[in-house]
């Protein structure tokens, strides 16, 4: 069924706590949690608890959902002091893009310049 946990996705595992994480914030339909690999002083990861494979799946099944994800990106972004320099919220989106994960995820990027376009 759309956005059920998946046994094979690393994201469904952190959302239900079975691997660890450095968690920002939480809510009842959201993570967000520090990137293992930075890109920048602030990159942060928000997903939504339910499983969808990218950003527009995501949004078609559940847009109060993925109005969550961006708030929460927000959220983050202040809580990172980041919003009076700027930040950027990323969804890649197909492996061609770089997606190695396929449980949706916003990247809130900032604390550093950030170039446009995007490589
Ligand atoms: P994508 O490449 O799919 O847009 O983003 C996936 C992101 O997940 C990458 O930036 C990668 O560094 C991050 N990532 C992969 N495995 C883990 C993990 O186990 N923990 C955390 N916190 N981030 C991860
Ligand atoms: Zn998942």
């Given at each position: 069924?759309?956005?059920?946990?998946?046994?094979?996705?690393?994201?469904?595992?952190?959302?239900?706590?079975?691997?660890?994480?450095?968690?920002?914030?939480?809510t009842e339909t959201t993570v967000a949690f520090r990137d293992i690999n930075p890109q920048a002083p602030t990159h942060?990861?928000?997903?939504?608890?339910?499983?969808?494979?990218?950003?527009?799946?995501?949004?078609?099944?559940?847009?109060?959902?993925?109005?969550?994800?961006?708030?929460?990106?927000?959220?983050?972004?202040?809580?990172?002091?980041?919003?009076?320099t700027g930040y950027r919220i990323v969804f890649n989106t197909g492996s061609g893009a770089g997606q190695t994960v396929f449980h949706a995820h916003a990247h809130v990027l900032g604390g550093r310049g950030l170039n446009w376009p995007p490589g």
């Open positions: 069924m759309a956005g059920e946990p998946q046994t094979d996705c690393l994201f469904c595992k952190i959302a239900a706590g079975e691997v660890p994480a450095d968690v920002l914030r939480e942060v990861l928000v997903i939504p608890k339910a499983h969808y494979r990218d950003a527009a799946a995501l949004a078609a099944a559940e847009p109060a959902l993925t109005a969550d994800i961006l708030r929460e990106a927000g959220e983050v972004a202040a809580e990172e002091k980041v919003v009076g």
